[in-house]
């Protein structure tokens, strides 16, 4: 789902902050600081975030500007997806989230399932890279890459965390309330053609 003033602050943020990296000029530098300002002047427009909260989270790296990645594990048991309750907002998702420097993208699915649902698993394959802009979530400031691992269950127990406060499995057609920030009811129609077939290329985009 594409909204064009996210799109617009998001790629104003990007060019002032690869300018803030690799210009010289003084002059040009103040440019590329009135680009930044900008960016988090749109986002505060249409958020009403405060805009010192939107420069921390938003405008605040440095460095060439490329997409945060999201890594999510999917579990199957009898046809029945895992997903855990988000203590954030009280809804469901499947588990995972941003991955950590020093862990590969398996590594941290193993880590993020087992911590938010108390489950052991072993990554089987990558099965979509999904593009968080081209789903029908709701905004976000950053620009972010999902990248789902099909993952077999291999032990461990149904536990809750700081971050969830549920787990369970469930049947396609009986989900409960949706994270729609993390997963969305169409993306979890995406998941399931895997489970029917695992020849199937992966998804992306």
Not at 144 to 167: H, K, M, N, P
């Given at each position: ?107 941290v699915v193993v880590k993020e399932v087992q911590e938010e649902s108390g489950f052991v698993v072993v990554p089987r394959r990558v099965i979509a890279v ?76």
């Amino acid at each position: 789902m594409r909204i064009k003033w996210l799109e617009w602050a998001q790629q104003l943020q990007a060019i002032a902050q690869a300018g803030l990296t690799y210009s010289k000029d003084v002059y040009d530098l103040e440019r590329f600081e009135m680009i930044r300002d900008l960016s988090v002047e749109i986002m505060e427009e249409y958020t009403q975030v405060d805009p010192t909260v939107i420069r921390e989270l938003f405008a605040s790296d440095t460095g060439y500007a490329t997409p945060k990645v999201d890594v999510r594990g999917v579990v199957f048991q009898d046809r029945r997806i895992l997903l855990v309750k988000e203590t954030a907002d009280g809804k469901w998702s499947v588990p995972g989230g941003w991955a950590d420097v020093g862990y590969s993208a398996s590594e941290v699915v193993v880590k993020e399932v087992q911590e938010e649902s108390g489950f052991v698993v072993v990554p089987r394959r990558v099965i979509a890279v999904m593009d968080r802009a081209r789903h029908p979530h709701p905004p976000h400031a950053n620009y972010i890459y999902r990248i789902f691992f099909l993952c077999e269950l291999v032990g461990g127990q149904a536990s809750e965390s700081i971050e969830t406060s549920d787990v369970g499995f469930f049947e396609r057609h009986s989900l409960p309330e949706l994270s729609i920030g993390r997963i969305t009811e169409s993306q979890i129609d995406i998941l399931y053609r895997y489970l029917d077939d695992p020849d199937a290329l992966a998804y992306f985009d």
